[in-house]
């Protein structure tokens, strides 16, 4: 059973920082793209970033202008998602999921973790 889950999440000021992490079970992890999602309230779910298998290559969202690093550990089965500089507009869920692919579609993506809440005050 495939399980993916994240934690890191919290409440922060604005121009802080947070590392996320996503610890995968139950998957090949070294063949999966892992990437980061994140949901404000009455939003749809949004691209944030994605890692390639090992380091060859990855996806930011628009909107993160360099702010974001994501990386992973596949000796540990983990993805991280280090963000800086956070804004108020950055609150969200923020969801770990797996991918066959690299894409930005969430509907690409094969298996979800359950989120981390990410709050940031001005």
């Known amino acids: 059973q495939v399980q993916l889950v994240e934690s890191g999440g919290g409440s922060v000021q604005a121009g802080g920082s947070l590392r996320l992490s996503c610890a995968a079970s139950?998957?090949?992890?070294?063949?999966?793209?892992m990437g980061w999602f994140r949901q404000a309230p009455g939003k749809e779910r949004e691209f944030v970033a994605q890692?390639?298998?090992?380091?060859?290559?990855?996806l930011y969202g628009d909107f993160v202008n360099g702010r974001f690093t994501i990386s992973r550990d596949n000796a540990k089965n983990t993805v991280y998602l280090q963000m800086d500089a956070l804004v108020p507009e950055d609150t969200a869920v923020y969801y770990c999921?797996?991918?066959?692919?690299?894409?930005?579609?969430?509907?690409?993506?094969?298996?979800w973790g359950q989120g981390t809440q990410v709050t940031v005050s001005t």
């Open positions: 999921a797996a991918a066959p692919f690299l894409t930005r579609r969430a509907t690409d993506y094969k298996s």
């Open positions: 139950g998957i090949s992890f070294s063949s999966y793209y």
């Open positions: 890692m390639a298998l090992s380091d060859r290559g990855t």
